[in-house]
């Protein structure tokens, strides 16, 4: 099994996951931009009590029923999360090997960015994903 290990760039916040993630996807769609300040946010998708945090992570809601977590010292965004659900998504920029990521899908391809090239095979889905 993969132990997935990250933090901030300032290093006050860290982060662990010795556990295997529901699912790790790319998002194109607008909150992900904005919020990630990037073309998309590569992603994985763990249960909240599966991973665990060292140092202090500040939240805000991006939607209602959805948290963002970022160092409150440096600004790096680690994590969106819905508590109602119980998953989080960790930002696969803040890992510190980012290469443990694979990436299963796009979704919200309606939102890429026109330059952004979506040919690796994989599924995407111009809005959510089907259930599973």
């Not at 510190?96 to 889905?125: N, R």
Request: proline share 8%.
């Amino acid at each position: 099994m993969t132990n997935y290990r990250g933090g901030c760039l300032c290093g006050a916040v860290r982060y662990r996951a010795e556990a295997e993630p529901i699912n790790q996807r790319v998002c194109h769609c607008r909150l992900c931009q904005r919020a990630i300040g990037a073309a998309f946010n590569a992603r994985i998708l763990f249960r909240i009590d599966d991973v665990i945090f060292d140092g202090l992570v500040a939240t805000v809601h991006s939607s209602p029923d959805l948290k963002r977590g970022f160092c409150p010292n440096c600004g790096t965004t680690i994590f969106s999360r819905r508590d109602a659900a119980g998953i989080m998504g960790i930002t696969t920029g803040s890992l510190d090997d980012p290469s443990v990521f694979k990436p299963e899908m796009h979704i919200f391809t309606a939102s890429k960015q026109p330059w952004v090239s979506v040919d690796d095979g994989l599924p995407h889905y111009e809005g959510a994903p089907p259930p599973a």
